[in-house]
């Protein structure tokens, strides 16, 4: 069983609609990451958080909006979204940002924007 | 800018060895990460290079050489659970993974 776990797995949206990604970690990690992944793509960071802080904001558009509650949870908050963000979004760990530490990911939300 | 390159797709026999590329130009070097990820599951860590070199872990390998850019990661006696895609990512000098998009590898019968 991972340590990390996301919920919804799956979920379908429309254009107009606003839903949130949730993940959480049982690992006692400090440090969050939400990653994009598209088919035949890298991974494409998005947000990090370090104890809770926001250290990263990979330019990723407004209708995305995380939040860090505390350094067990994580959300991704999605509205007015577009076809093209349809993806795989993983939520990672790690014991903090900005070190050599592996990352450890939940199993992704598939999201698919109608 | 930076780039991670390693091969879309690559097919092996099970029982055989298979040896994954992996070539980067980054700003910097902190390390070489392989992940694993089944189809439908999360990534999952296999190795990490920070040393020129091999690495040895049971049936998987990885090798790094810094002053070619250069990585691969080998695995032998080769099972059908091995087929999954092989993530490269290195970690540039300001600690940022740069990712590669990752070989899908098929294993047959």
């Known amino acids: 069983e991972t340590g990390v776990t996301q919920t919804p797995r799956h979920l379908v949206m429309g254009m107009t609609n606003k839903k949130s990604l949730k993940c959480e970690q049982h690992?006692?990690?400090?440090?969050m990451y939400w990653y994009k992944q598209s088919a035949k793509k890298p991974l494409e960071l998005m947000f990090v958080?370090?104890?809770?802080?926001?250290?990263e904001n990979n330019s990723v558009p407004s209708r995305f909006s995380p939040e860090c509650p505390n350094s067990s949870h994580l959300f991704l908050h999605l509205h007015t979204l577009q076809p093209e963000d349809s993806a795989l979004y993983l939520c990672?760990?790690?014991?903090?940002?900005?070190?050599?530490?592996?990352?450890?990911f939940g199993e992704g939300s598939r999201l698919t924007v109608l | 800018g930076q780039n991670i390159d390693q091969p879309t797709e690559m097919t092996a026999t099970e029982g055989a060895i298979v040896q994954i590329n992996c070539t980067y130009q980054?700003?910097?070097?902190?390390?070489l990460f392989w992940y694993q990820q089944h189809a439908g599951e999360a990534p999952t860590f296999l190795s990490y290079?920070?040393l020129d070199g091999l690495e040895e872990k049971g049936r998987f390998s990885s090798f790094l050489s810094r002053s070619k850019g250069y990585s691969y990661l080998l695995l032998k006696e080769l099972q059908m659970k091995d087929s999954a895609s092989y993530l490269c990512?290195?970690?540039?000098?300001?600690?940022?993974?740069?990712w590669g998009a990752g070989t899908k590898l098929i294993i047959k019968p």
């Open positions: 990672a760990s790690s014991q903090t940002s900005g070190g050599a530490g592996e990352l450890f």
């Open positions: 958080y370090n104890f809770k802080e926001q250290t």
């Open positions: 290079n920070v």
């Open positions: 980054t700003s910097g070097f902190n390390g």
């Open positions: 990512a290195v970690m540039d000098s300001n600690y940022q993974l740069i």
């Open positions: 690992l006692g990690h400090n440090a």
